[in-house]
């Protein structure tokens, strides 16, 4: 297979990715530093966000507003919150973009004295569009692959 772009296209492309790398990192770890709001603004106004658990959708939030209450809302439910990247490929073309993310979350909550630890298994399928000068999330669709909950001998 031939390739034949240019040194300048190779570069733009890999900074091109790398800057979508940093779009989901800083979003997950803004998700445990609780700081919802900041959060919101790695979004465009109008973004949409799906959660789907065993392949049921149970949440559908649209507009940062809205996604941003329901974030705030749901991570004031624990004391810790901590998302582990895995994977993520990207395609891109011209100013939008498509990704998959692989994420493993960790909630941990206090329940009767006990610590309790949520533990998921998360796939994302997100829509990027650069818009100016930042790359943003159009799109998210959130799988909820497993979970796993058990108390936490401290």
Known sequence: ?????SLEEK???LENVRALRDLVDNFSILADEKEVWKQTELFTNDASVESYVN????????????IGE????Y???FETVYHSNGQHVVT????KAEGTLYCRVDLISSENGKKINNTS???YKDEYVYENGSWLIA???SNFVWNERKELNQ
């Open 1 to 5: 297979m031939q390739n034949n772009k």
């Open 11 to 13: 570069l733009n492309e």
């Open 55 to 66: 392949g049921e959708l149970t949440s559908s939030l649209k507009g940062t507003k809205e």
């Open 70 to 73: 329901a974030f705030d809302g």
């Open 75 to 77: 991570l004031a439910n």
């Open 92 to 95: 891109i073309n011209g100013n």
């Open 121 to 123: 298994a998360v796939s």
């Open 139 to 141: 799109k998210r669709t």
